[in-house]
């Protein structure tokens, strides 16, 4: 845990608080235990709250409908899976043993999900200033580059009108392969149309790698 609270830059007060933010419902159940559940439930809504304050508060250039986009961006399961994988959660997870023979510790909902338990942990420990360093200093920059983006088609929705123009066409984007450890894992996905490939790209999300195949396929295109 010690590493752990090295890694987030925040040291409890209240250990045990840390340990349930990171028990997952399949290690509760085996060993009779509270899970991160209620934290999760908790920590979400923090999340929206205080990402709703700072996008508020340094971008008030945006219009309402904007701002909404943007939130939703940076509190998704990718954005969050990111600053999991960037601390380490998966290290630090208490799983069940299912769960564990499943490679729970790489899945991207469980990691996030313990991303917004241990914000709940946080505030329940020191209070929602804390609460806030944490998710601002995580999250800025995702902020930031959403907000630089906002209201623009992303280039799997230009690529998916651009193949349409002449009738419906059937595209797949396929995970080819992965490479890294569990933590910090680079995904590569490649995306065709009608059976033909058209291009391939990488990220540290699915997400990230569909959205670069896409841009090349339209540079290609």
Do not use: W
């Not at 923090?46 to 340094?58: A, R, V």
């Not at 998710?135 to 992303?154: P, Q």
């Amino acid at each position: 845990m010690e590493q752990l609270e090295k890694n987030i830059n925040y040291i409890f007060k209240d250990k045990t608080l840390l340990r349930k933010a990171l028990t997952h419902t399949s290690y509760a159940y085996e060993h009779h235990v509270e899970s991160n559940e209620k934290l999760e439930f908790l920590g979400d809504s923090i999340l929206e709250f205080l990402s709703s304050k700072y996008i508020y508060t340094h971008y008030s250039h945006l219009k309402e409908g904007e701002m909404t986009k943007v939130r939703a961006e940076v509190v998704c399961e990718d954005s969050l899976y990111l600053v999991a994988q960037r601390h380490h959660f998966s290290d630090f997870l208490y799983l069940g043993k299912s769960e564990t023979l499943s490679h729970g510790r790489t899945k991207p909902a469980i990691l996030a999900d313990s991303v917004e338990a241990v914000i709940a942990a946080i505030y329940f420990d020191s209070g929602l200033e804390e609460a806030e360093k944490f998710i601002i200093t995580n999250l800025k920059d995702a902020i930031e580059e959403s907000s630089k983006n906002v209201g623009m088609k992303d280039h799997k929705t230009v690529l998916q009108e651009k193949l349409q123009e002449n009738g419906n066409v059937h595209i797949v984007y396929e995970v080819t392969d992965t490479k890294g450890p569990d933590h910090d894992k680079t995904f590569m996905v490649q995306v065709s149309c009608d059976g033909k490939i058209l291009a391939t790209g990488e990220g540290k999300t699915k997400k990230q790698a569909e959205m670069q195949a896409a841009q090349k396929a339209l540079e290609t295109l």
